[in-house]
Nanobody, 124 residues
Framework: QVQLVESGGGLVQAGGSLRLSCAAS????????MGWFRQAPGKERDFVAR???????NYADSVKGRFTISRDSAKNMVYLQMDSLKFEDTAVYYC??????????????????WGQGTQVTVSS
């Protein structure tokens, strides 16, 4: 049974930093690309970042230069380092996984597995 469990969310002031973690189990981690999405109240789930199996990273324009996705294959972990946080980054953040090696990084329907989410609140 595949499980993705996010942690690290919380309340932070604008300009601050947070690091989200996602622990993956029940899958062969090296066979999966990992992504992060976020969803604010009343809005759709939006793409944030993806790390392909090749190591290539993609980012949403809104977070480029501020967020960094990384993974530790020895620990089956994926991280999202978030710096220079803004009020508009407030959302529930989700970790996701799939086995694709091509295609869109930003369509939620393309991902196979999802975590339960962790809340990030940025105060202005």
């Amino acid at each position: 049974q595949v499980q993705l469990v996010e942690s690290g969310g919380g309340l932070v002031q604008a300009g601050g930093s947070l690091r989200l973690s996602c622990a993956a189990s029940g899958l062969t981690f090296s066979n999966y690309a990992m992504g992060w999405f976020r969803q604010a109240p009343g809005k759709e789930r939006d793409f944030v970042a993806r790390m392909w199996r090749s190591g290539v990273r993609n980012y949403a324009d809104s977070v480029k230069g501020r967020f960094t996705i990384s993974r530790d294959s020895a620990k089956n972990m994926v991280y999202l380092q978030m710096d220079s946080l803004k009020f508009e980054d407030t959302a529930v953040y989700y970790c996701a996984a799939d086995r694709r090696i091509t295609g869109s990084e930003s369509r939620p329907t393309e991902y196979e597995f999802w975590g339960q989410g962790t809340q990030v609140t940025v105060s202005s």
